[in-house]
T-cell receptor, first 112, second 113 residues
Framework: KQEVTQIPAALSVPEGENLVLNCSFT??????LQWFRQDPGKGLTSLLL?????REQTSGRLNASLDKSSGRSTLYIAASQPGDSATYLC???????????FGKGTRLSVIA | KAGVTQTPRYLIKTRGQQVTLSCSPI?????VSWYQQTPGQGLQFLFE???????NKGNFPGRFSGRQFSNSRSEMNVSTLELGDSALYLC????????????FGPGTRLTVL
């Protein structure tokens, strides 16, 4: 059974700092991995989707990497801003059309 | 392009009642899935619909049901509400299946008293 873990559960950093969020999964036979952002009381916003054959994806100040063999993904946020404050979740999809398995997220606070 | 919409945004019910939540996917999206989010359990998958057929189902009791209409709009129903059903219910849509990028709605906050 796939399990997804995100550590730490919460992180506080000063504005301008570069930071890395971690995601690990127990079954390396994934189809793809997605990173989402969730603002308090709101739905999820898709940030990046990495296919199992890819090593990384970039969007603006965000860069996500994937190491399937070690069961890890990282989300790198460059030059953090207070507007980046949110909970970041990763989710993996195993083979075929199977439900996403989510981690419990990392709550990020960027202090001005 | 309009995003995923969910109605109502907030609901307060009492134990034993039933509730129906609605989700309108992004135009052209045919896969609609539902999730329950609680502080303790995080995001848990309820079910996925495609072309009016339930294609995937999570580990929830039969009190939780859903359906999809020909225009891809979806509803989920929870009967005989329990206190533990209090949660944020999220709907997501995608082009064809769960491996596509998922687009989430704002959610319906259900409180059971």
């Amino acid at each position: 059974k796939q399990e997804v873990t995100q550590i730490p559960a919460a992180l506080s950093v000063p504005e301008g700092e570069n930071l890395v969020l971690n995601c690990s999964f127990t079954d390396s036979a994934i189809y793809n991995l997605q990173w989402f952002r969730q603002d308090p009381g709101k739905g999820l916003t898709s940030l990046l989707l990495i296919q199992s054959s890819q090593r990384e994806q970039t969007s603006g100040r965000l860069n996500a990497s994937l190491d399937k063999s070690s069961g890890r993904s990282t989300l790198y946020i460059a030059a953090s801003q207070p507007g980046d404050s949110a909970t970041y979740l990763c989710a993996v999809s195993n083979s075929g059309n199977t439900p996403l398995v989510f981690g419990k997220g990392t709550r990020l606070s960027v202090i001005a | 392009k309009a995003g995923v919409t969910q109605t109502p945004r907030y609901l307060i019910k009492t134990r034993g009642q039933q509730v129906t939540l609605s989700c309108s996917p992004i135009s052209g999206h045919r896969s609609v899935s539902w999730y329950q989010q609680t502080p303790g359990q995080g995001l848990q998958f309820l079910f996925e619909y495609f072309s009016e057929t339930q294609r995937n189902k999570g580990n929830f009791p039969g009190r939780f049901s859903g359906r999809q209409f020909s225009n891809s709009r979806s509803e989920m129903n929870v009967s005989t509400l329990e206190l533990g059903d209090s949660a944020l219910y999220l709907c997501a849509s995608s082009l064809t299946d769960l491996t596509d990028t998922q687009y989430f709605g704002p959610g319906t906050r259900l409180t059971v008293l």
